[in-house]
């Protein structure tokens, strides 16, 4: 006699459980039973100050990349504008101290001028602000 419909029903049920487990990530807390870690989102001044950080060191290292424009580069207007100011310090202290000197600048200045950018809140003016 073939698989009567207890038999399918514990089947399914089976599946369902197994669906639901890979689904949820099998519960709500880790091995450890603390709750799992919420995704961390970004801040937009976070977001600037990576942006620009990035690609100063990639325009000063000469890469392939270096050449894209702002927008490729997925800089707005404003960041951009911030970008060229970080790579004109970034280029003279490159020249006077090394490149160790010359990254340490790009990443205190990315942050002083995005924390600024961004002091009053998200600019306003549209995304290309």
């Known amino acids: 006699m073939g698989p009567g419909p207890p038999r399918r029903a514990r089947h399914f049920a089976v599946c369902a459980t197994t669906l639901l487990a890979v689904l949820t990530g099998c519960g709500s807390s880790s091995p450890t039973g603390s709750a799992s870690p919420v995704p961390r989102t970004t801040s937009p001044q ?25 927008q490729a580069m997925g800089l707005s207007g404003g960041q951009n ?5 970080v790579l004109t310090a970034a280029r003279v202290e490159l020249k006077r101290q090394g490149p160790d000197a010359a ?27």
Do not use: F, M
């Open 81 to 85: 504008e911030i970008l060229l100011a």
């Open 46 to 70: 976070e977001l600037c100050e990576r942006l620009i950080s990035h690609w100063a060191r990639v325009v000063l290292d000469g890469g392939e990349q270096a050449n894209l424009d702002y």
């Open 103 to 129: 990254s340490k600048l790009i990443d205190r200045q990315a942050a002083a001028r995005c924390a600024e950018r961004h002091r009053g809140g998200t600019p306003t003016g549209g995304p290309w602000q």
